[in-house]
């Protein structure tokens, strides 16, 4: 039995309907009861999709969407996003830097590594560029990415390969059934429709032309799917009591790690750090109490810690990314 659709991916070729006003195709797409959008993000060293950031702002807009589960339990389920990068894999490190910076990813957000053919040439990344491309990610957002992949992953790892069995497997397979590489028993999820190939559908509501999405396969739901997405990392609405926790975790890690890029870097960069300290910001009653403490923190650490051999590549952009999460918090629920 083949599930119906719970995820589209897009990039800016895609066409989302502009009525009844720009990108208003997403309401019918989530009426439709998907709550998972993955939108390419970038490609190689410094390609950047166009549409990525007006369309991720659409979607990610908060308003619970209804969702029907398998086994028919009604979910009611906040807007999940993930951003994709297309490897070319010359420079893998490189590339997850510029797909980093470029997705801005915040947290509850997913990332994905597109593993697949590169141009007319047909070449195809190697398993040894894709595992150095998930690694620089991984490092920068603390759990393993999503590799989609086909036939490229079949053809490009050989038995059983413990880099890519701890990460999760988005299959390209149009077809009534699969066949995973030995890597992984199951695809984590399943794409199973592109263009006109496939079972069907080849439409969603919402989205002009064919739209490639994708499904899930027993004996896993929705509902943990939701649960596994981005890392574990459930999504939160902004200024609530989980906003703060979550917070408060994502500045604790930031605390813990400022000392040693701070004595690598030298006395200077030392003496730059602001005096704000764990237990001031722990004591912190709420979200508004704690921001303008945490804030300046989390801009120290990132202003040094791309000094720091094999760290800052991918931790500069998260902590920028945390710095603009938690300003958009505070702007709209503190300066009221």
Request: charged fraction near 15%.
């Amino acid at each position: 039995m083949i599930n119906r659709p719970c995820v589209i991916d897009l990039y800016h070729g895609d066409n989302v309907q502009d009525t009844p006003g720009p990108l208003g195709g997403f309401a019918r797409v989530k009426a439709s009861g998907i709550a998972f959008l993955i939108h390419k993000a970038s490609e190689g060293l410094s390609a950047v999709d166009r549409r990525y950031q007006a369309r991720r702002a659409a979607w990610m807009n908060d308003v619970p969407v209804a969702v029907t589960d398998v086994h028919g339990e009604s979910l009611q389920l906040v807007p999940r996003f993930a951003a994709y990068h297309f490897l070319h894999g010359q420079d893998p490190e490189g590339e997850a830097r510029h797909f980093l910076a470029t997705a801005q990813l915040q947290p509850g957000d997913d990332a994905v590594v597109d593993w697949e053919q590169v141009g007319a040439a047909g070449f195809q990344p190697s398993a040894d560029a894709v595992d150095a491309f998930c690694n620089v990610v991984e490092g920068a957002l603390g759990f393993p990415i999503i590799v989609y992949s086909g036939n490229v992953a079949k053809e490009q790892l050989k038995g059983k390969d413990p880099r890519f069995a701890k990460r999760r497997l988005w299959l390209a397979e149009y077809s009534t059934d699969f066949k995973v590489q030995e890597s992984w028993t199951s695809p984590w999820l399943w794409q199973n429709n592109g263009d006109q190939s496939g079972p069907g559908p080849w439409t969603i509501p919402g989205i002009d032309g064919y739209c490639d999405n994708s499904t899930i396969v027993s004996p896993k739901t929705i509902k943990q799917l939701n649960a596994e997405w981005g890392g574990g990392q459930g999504r939160v609405l902004q200024g609530s009591p989980e906003a703060l926790q979550q917070l408060r975790q994502h500045v604790d890690g930031v605390l813990a790690m400022a000392a040693a890029p701070a004595a690598a870097a030298g006395p200077a960069a030392a003496a730059s750090l602001p005096a704000a300290t764990a237990p001031q910001i722990a004591a912190a009653p709420d979200f508004c109490s704690l921001w303008p403490t945490a804030k300046p923190v989390l801009q120290a650490v990132g202003g040094i810690i791309g000094f720091i051999p094999g760290v800052g590549a991918g931790a500069g952009p998260v902590l920028n990314s945390l710095v603009s999460v938690g300003d958009q918090i505070y702007n709209s629920t503190c300066k009221k």
